[in-house]
C-alpha cells in the first residue's frame, strides 16, 4: 500500500476491483419502490424514446459513467475504453479528480484522451471538495476544464472518505464559500456529486442557493468508500481507522431516499447515482424525480478486467432495461416515465412521510 496522491488511487483502484466495496447492511432502497405495471401500455416497444437534454447537450439516454479515477497506470486506457463506450451509446461521462494532473502535468494526457476520441459527448471534469479551500484557485477550475473541455464541473463531497483514509483531508470549513466564490466565477456549470452517502435537503437547498446546476445524490447502496478506506487501513495495519471504515460501512442516504430528499425542496436537475445496477433502478430513480442516472463501480470491473465491448454490453443492457420499463408502464418518453405511478412501501414510505413533517 501507497501514500502519496497518485499510488493511493493505485490502492484505491486494486481493492474497488478486487474486493468487495458495496454496501453490506444497507441497500439503494429501490427495492421499497414499485412501478405499476400497466397490462394495456397503448405504445409500440420500438417507438419508446430514451433520449435527453441535460445542461444543453443531447444525450440517447438519461445515463452517465460517473467520475471513476484509474489511477495513474490504467488512467490513459481507462479513459480511453470508457470515451469510447460513451461516444458510441452517445451517453456522458465523468473523469476521475483531476488534483494529480495539476501537480504533475504529464498525467493531463490520460484526461485529454477522452476528447481526442469522444469530441461531441457530455464530459465532467472533477475535482474533490476539501480542495476547493485548500490553494485550489479559478485558474485551476479552468485548466481542468481546459484539459478535457468540460461541459461541467463535478466537485465530490466526500467527507466520510476523507474522515477514514489514513491521509485524508476532513478539512470541510470554509468549502462552501470557496464553492460559492467558485459557481460565480466559472462560465462552465457546476454539478455537486457526493461518492457514496448521498445529499440531504439542507445540502441540496445550499447548493441551489449559490447557483450549482444541477445535483449528483450518489446515495448509499452502492460503493462503500468508507469500506474502501477500511479495506486500505487493514492492509496498511491502520486498525484504528480500519475500525472507523467498519462501524460507518454503511452510514449514509439510501439513494432512492436522497432522490426524494433532494427533489422535496428543489426543482434542480438530480443525477441518480450509487448502487445503480439496471434500467429498472434508473427508471424507478426518473419516476421517484431524478433527470438521469450514472454507474461507477460495474463499469470500471468491466473495463479494466473485460475490455470496451463487454463494457459496451454491458451499458447498452441497462439502457435496454430502462427501455422495457418505459414500454412496461406506458412511458413513451423520459418526460412521461417521471410521471408514472409509484408505490413506496416499508423503509422509504416511513423516510418519505417524515420528509412531510
Ligand atoms: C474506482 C472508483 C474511482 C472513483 N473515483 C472518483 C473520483 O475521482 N471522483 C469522484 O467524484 N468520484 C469518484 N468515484 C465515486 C463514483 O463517482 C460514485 O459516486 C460512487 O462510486 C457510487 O457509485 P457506484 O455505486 O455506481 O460505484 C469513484 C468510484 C470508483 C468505483
Given amino acids: 500500500m501507497n501514500n502519496n496522491v497518485q499510488d493511493r488511487k493505485v490502492d484505491h483502484l ?25 397490462a394495456l401500455p397503448e405504445i409500440d416497444f420500438k417507438s419508446v424514446d430514451t433520449s435527453v437534454e441535460f445542461l444543453g447537450k443531447k444525450l440517447s439516454a ?31 461521462m465523468g473523469v476521475g479528480s483531476q488534483r494529480a494532473a495539476l501537480i504533475n502535468p504529464e498525467l493531463a494526457k490520460s484526461f485529454s484522451v477522452v476528447r481526442e476520441i469522444a469530441p461531441e459527448i457530455f464530459v465532467m471534469a472533477n ?14 477550475a479552468k485548466r481542468i476544464i481546459e484539459m478535457v473541455k468540460a461541459d461541467a464541473l463535478a466537485v465530490h463531497l ?14 470541510y470549513k470554509g468549502v462552501f464559500s470557496a464553492l460559492e466564490k467558485l459557481v460565480s466565477e466559472l462560465d462552465v456549470p457546476i ?18 442557493m449559490i447557483g450549482v446546476k444541477a445535483i449528483n445524490v450518489a446515495g448509499l447502496g452502492g460503493t462503500s468508500w468508507a ?7 487493514e492492509e496498511m495495519g491502520d486498525k484504528y481507522k480500519a475500525r472507523l471504515g467498519r462501524t460507518f460501512w454503511d452510514w449514509g442516504i439510501p439513494t432512492a431516499a ?41 463499469v470500471i470491473r468491466k473495463a479494466i478486467k473485460q475490455g470496451k465491448d463487454k463494457t459496451y454490453s454491458y451499458l447498452k443492457g441497462v439502457v435496454d432495461e430502462l427501455k422495457a420499463a418505459m414500454f412496461l408502464t406506458g412511458a413513451l418518453n423520459i418526460n412521461e416515465m417521471k410521471r408514472k405511478r409509484y408505490i413506496l412501501v416499508g423503509k422509504l414510505k416511513d423516510w418519505a412521510d417524515s420528509l412531510g413533517r
Wanted: with cysteine; charged share 20%; proline share 5%.
Fill in 227 to 233: 469500506g474502501v478506506e477500511a479495506i486500505r487501513a
Fill in 191 to 208: 454539478i455537486v456529486k457526493e461518492v457514496g452517502c448521498g445529499i440531504s435537503r439542507e445540502v441540496a437547498l445550499k447548493l441551489e
Fill in 258 to 298: 436522497s432522490i426524494l430528499e433532494v427533489r422535496s425542496v428543489t426543482k434542480l436537475p438530480i443525477i441518480a447515482s450509487g448502487g445503480i445496477r439496471s434500467g429498472i433502478d434508473i427508471a424507478k430513480a426518473i419516476a421517484l424525480g431524478a433527470d438521469l442516472a450514472a454507474i461507477a463501480l460495474p
Fill in 62 to 92: 438519461p445515463l452517465l459513467i460517473d467520475c471513476m479515477t484509474g489511477g495513474p497506470k490504467f488512467s490513459r486506457e481507462v479513459n480511453s475504453i470508457l470515451a469510447s463506450v460513451a461516444r458510441d451509446l452517445n451517453i456522458g
Fill in 158 to 171: 466526500n467527507p466520510l472518505q476523507e474522515l477514514v483514509q489514513i491521509e485524508g483531508e476532513p478539512y
Fill in 14 to 38: 486494486s481493492i474497488c476491483l478486487n474486493r468487495e466495496v458495496e454496501s453490506k447492511n444497507e441497500s439503494t432502497w429501490f427495492e421499497y419502490v414499485y412501478l405499476v405495471h400497466q
Fill in 127 to 140: 475535482i474533490g471538495g476539501p480542495q476547493l479551500s485548500r490553494g485550489f484557485n479559478i485558474d485551476d
